[in-house]
């Protein structure tokens, strides 16, 4: 199955949204000279093909203003998919990346203290079967981030629109 | 600015603001009207403190789209080297390119990791060649190409 290619249209809506998500169908209709009803058709399909998803984006003091940090992971080819899934739900961990390179996987993590680096890269990472090295890395300065961009991961739920 | 807060490190959220953003964050999208009548407070509370939070950028609603949405078919992380030259100079220089959507300056064997999309292999040439070379003081690039994300999980970023 082919998945659905954004058109002209899809990205216009993008870019009223870009300005500002919260505003209703309506305006955005109203922006774009079309119906309430063409806005809700292309917003869902947008969601339902994980284009594009709708969230409230907090500061890095919400959690502390903890470190971020960068964890290169090493592990048997075979076992790498199994790897970073038991990654992924270990606490403070932002993103799991399986890559082709210097490390079979990249992971992301927010931590409030060393200790809790050091739990779980030093610690639980190492530990599980399969993983060979981890090399940890922390940012000491964010010179840029695209907070709009992002890779969709979590599925769709639909959520009653009573606008 | 990671670690040291800014502006926004200052800001606290009380149980209120906690309870809006965690309806906020599964559905951006829900109106005031509708966060008031979950959490049973006023409507006006709920549009006063989304103000708030917003205002001292703290949170922001945000419309989130997926990189292939834009076309980005290739994400490629990449740890830089640096030799001779400040590594914040050199970061500063990388931030100017487009196709770069994230940069940080970091510990450990390499100086800055950045984060690289691009639509088709065929662009790195241009990036590589013409971009990259620009730029004094990379000593080396070490790269790593997505080729499965099992999570990425968006909700908390430097807020400026």
Known sequence: MTKYQ?????HQILKVLASDARLSNRKIAQA???TEGTIRGRLKRLQEENYL???AVTALSYLGNPLLVFIGVTAEQGRVKEVAQAIAEMGGIRSVIITLGRFNILVVGMYGTLQEVLDVANNSILALPGVRHVETSISVKQLKYDTRLAKITRPFVPVDDDE | MVG?????GRYEFDETDRRILELLKVNGRATNQKIARLLKISAATVSARIRQMEDAKAMKVIAATD???????ILIAIGVEVQGRPAEDVAQELAKLSQILSINLV?????????LAVHEFSELSDFLLNDIAAIRGIRSLSPAIAVDTVK???DIAPLS
């Open chain 2, 67 to 73: 990189f292939s949405a834009f076309g980005y078919n």
């Open chain 2, 107 to 115: 510990t450990g064997a390499k100086d800055i990791e950045i984060l």
């Open chain 1, 6 to 10: 954004l058109d002209t249209f899809d």
């Open chain 1, 32 to 34: 774009l000279g079309v």
């Open chain 1, 53 to 55: 998803r709708f969230t």
């Open chain 2, 4 to 8: 040291n807060g800014g502006k926004a």
């Open chain 2, 152 to 154: 990425f999980d968006f």
